[in-house]
């Protein structure tokens, strides 16, 4: 895959609507697009930071609104359309990888890993349950992979799912007349450049919060999940060169959307 779809670049952008994580809860979403819809002007772009799947329970629901809501933004006048990126988060990660668990060395103990992170909701969402998947891996190889095939089948049957899963993006960069900004979803690793990230997108959320400085040149970079403060997020939280847009959505929180200048400038919030 080269960068070009591994990030995505939004470019003339006159403000940039961030989405914090939305782990599956489909009222929530539906809330947030209501209050958004309206403040939506020419020139704006709109970034899904990740973590759509997992947690709620309405996972293919939630997915469903997501991608009704992207195409009437998009049927706007040409002028008025904002471009839309959905990031890749955890929960997506995961669910890729749950999707081949039959590769891997340890399927058993990635199993119980993906469920203490919510992926069960996920699992119920395409058919399955925790129940079956505990019973399939202890079964072998290849009843796994029959099991991962049905999986694939049933979100096939619901349309726009498998395309959605392709279209994620791992980061998004948002070019200004200046430094600009970056989008992530759970965190990155400050000694690495943004080419080299790999998987700290969604597990370097320490990294993060050891920004003392702008990385790579950035003005800000503004993540959507804060692992480790689920119980208690304040919702978006500024350091001089991050932003966290989290208020434990998923985890009887609000679902929380923060609009930015291209130079980093926090402008307009909307929770639901």
């Known amino acids: 895959m080269s960068d070009q779809e591994k990030f995505a670049v939004l470019s003339a952008a006159r403000r940039v609507w961030a989405v914090g994580s939305i782990h599956g809860e489909r009222a929530r979403l539906e809330a947030l697009h209501d209050a958004l ?3 939506l002007d020419a020139g704006d772009r709109l970034v899904y930071l990740g973590n759509v799947l997992g947690r709620g329970p309405d996972v293919a629901g939630t997915l469903n609104e997501l991608l009704a809501f992207r195409c009437g933004v998009m049927s706007r006048e040409p002028d008025e359309a904002p ?8 929960q997506e990660e995961m669910w890729q990888k749950l999707l081949q668990l039959q590769f891997a060395t340890d399927p058993r103990g990635v199993l ?32 796994l ?4 095939q049905d999986l694939r089948r049933s979100m096939q049957r619901n349309e726009g799912h498998v395309a959605f899963m392709a279209a994620l993006r791992r980061a998004c960069v948002v070019e200004g007349t200046g430094s600009g900004l970056l989008f992530v979803n759970a965190g ?11 998987d700290s997108f969604w597990w370097s959320s320490g990294g993060f919060g050891r920004l003392a400085e702008p990385y790579a040149g950035f003005a800000r970079v503004v993540r959507g999940f804060a692992p480790g403060r689920e119980d208690d997020s304040p919702g978006i939280v500024e350091t001089e060169y991050t932003v966290t847009v ?25 929770e639901a």
Not at 117 to 139: D, K, M, P
Not at 188 to 198: I, S, V, Y
Not at 246 to 268: E, M, N, Q, S, Y
């Open 83 to 90: 471009h839309v990126v959905i990031l890749r988060g955890s």
């Open 37 to 39: 819809w309206p403040r």
């Open 112 to 143: 119980d890993w993906m469920l203490t992170q919510g992926i069960g909701a996920t699992l119920t969402a395409y058919g399955s349950s925790v129940e079956e998947a505990l019973q399939r891996v202890r079964g072998g190889a290849v009843g």
């Open 246 to 270: 989290d208020a434990g959505c998923g985890f009887g929180g609000p679902l929380t959307a923060a609009c930015f200048t291209p130079d980093g400038a926090l402008v307009d919030r909307v």
């Open 188 to 198: 990155l690793d400050p000694t690495r450049p943004l080419e080299a990230q790999r």
């Open 145 to 148: 992979t029959r099991w991962t």
